[in-house]
């Protein structure tokens, strides 16, 4: 009987810790979908205007005249920016092959800029890939520069948090790996003009400034205090972020009515050590074209570069 009376205790026991199991079971599921729910990002309405826009099968590339600052002098140049939208793996967080329920849709912008200095070149790309349906910041940003000393490359995954990697020949750069709260990106702005200016941030902001200038002044990846104003005119609206603590200033100028395109842009940076001027970063439009321009890759496509006073 006392050995009955035992197995049955332990029988309870083993019930008992089978009922809290399967309560633990639920909170974590109910935090799990809590978590969910706060990843669920606000809809955006999108116009008919803006899919006949950007969902007609071809990019919108605009080349620029560029004066770039760079060594205390300003190099001539040119810069082209590749806006196009295109469907997205969010997992994966590159861009699909196949058509699929899974796949989003990302407004991306490539800019590239070209510019000499002295005997060897620079050659910065930047791309990021915004997403169009839902308001959120870029689930992906990558650069790149290279020029004949070496290279240098970030990039930003949007996960659960920030999550970035970089690479250069630098010392006390080389191989990097951390994790950021999310905030606004100096990158995401350009994005955000193009899709809704009213999104942009303005008044005082923490945002993470954009990873050309991260790596062309080496500076720490974080986020920086900075404000931000928009100046709307009937034909031009004027975007302007400043940095107090970084001495940087980015005016961006673009249409005031859709598609929101960018006319130029001016960039002021810290003068370096031993320069006493800040010199500024001008890029201004040339020449405009919307074109598939991945279907005219072929030697007989060459004279299309003419069309954007593209050497």
């Known amino acids: 009987m006392k050995g009955f009376k035992l197995f049955a205790v332990f029988i309870f026991l083993i019930m008992l810790m089978g009922c809290n199991s399967s309560e633990e079971k639920k909170s ?38 560029l ?55 620079y050659s910065i790309m930047t791309s990021t890939f915004s997403p169009i349906s839902e308001k959120d910041h870029p689930l992906k940003i990558t650069n790149s520069v290279q020029e004949w000393c070496g290279q240098v490359y970030m990039q930003l995954n949007n996960r659960d948090d920030f999550e970035i990697e970089s690479h250069s020949y630098f010392e006390g750069e080389a191989d990097q790996k951390l994790s950021l709260p999310k905030t606004y990106l100096e990158n995401e702005l350009w994005n955000l003009i193009r899709i809704n200016p009213e999104e942009l941030p303005t008044g005082d902001v923490m945002i ?64 370096n050590h031993n320069d006493t001027l800040r ?13 598939d321009y991945w279907t005219k890759n072929g030697n007989e496509h060459l004279n299309l570069r003419d069309s954007l006073q593209l050497k």
């Open 67 to 121: 004066m770039q600052e760079r060594y205390g002098e300003i190099r001539e140049g040119t810069a082209v920016n590749i806006f196009v939208s295109e469907d997205f793996i969010p997992d994966a967080q590159v861009k699909a092959n196949s058509t699929s329920e899974q796949n989003i849709s990302v407004l991306k912008l490539n800019q590239m800029k070209n510019f000499n200095t002295g005997i060897y070149p």
């Open 208 to 271: 993470i400034p954009s990873f050309e200038y991260l790596q062309l002044r080496h500076k720490e990846i974080k986020e920086y205090n900075a404000f931000a104003s928009l100046k709307q005119g009937d034909s031009i609206t004027i975007y302007t972020l400043n940095y107090p603590d970084l001495q940087r200033q980015l005016m961006i100028f673009f249409h005031s009515n859709f598609p929101y395109e960018i006319e130029k842009w001016e960039e002021v940076n810290a003068a």
């Open 279 to 291: 010199l500024k970063t001008t890029a201004t439009k040339l020449k405009r074209i919307k074109s």
């Open 28 to 65: 974590i599921l109910n935090i799990s979908t809590k978590k969910e729910d706060a990843k669920t990002e606000t809809p955006r309405n999108i116009s008919k205007e803006f899919k006949d826009y950007w969902y007609n099968g071809t990019a919108e590339i605009t080349s620029y005249s």
